[in-house]
């Protein structure tokens, strides 16, 4: 099954101005669960190492390609995006979504792209 981790600790740039402004990285959860159907899974965590280009998600399946995507608002608009994408990676037998499927709003947030494991 494909799962959206999504950090729960991720600071816009603004927000990382401003210690008093809580993280976005908790919104972009709840926005993520109500954006994605059925086959997706959506979970948080605290912290995916990629502080300075928050909010950041990872998509990812067992035997998958996992892809990271960073500097989201959290938006619904943002989980939208991220959630579209996601129902094209758990379409895919490799995980692999073609450009012509890739939502407007993941475009230019691609982070990282890491093969399955052997
Ligand atoms: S706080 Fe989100 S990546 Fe570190």
Known sequence: MTTITV??????AEERGDRTLPPSGEAFLAALEAASGDGIAVRGTACLMGCEHGCNVAISAHGKLTYVLGHFSGSAEDASAVSAFAAGHAESGTGQV????WPQGVKGHFVARV????
């Open 7 to 12: 950090c729960t600790t991720c600071r816009t």
């Open 98 to 101: 073609p450009f012509r499927q």
């Open 115 to 118: 093969p399955p494991l052997d």
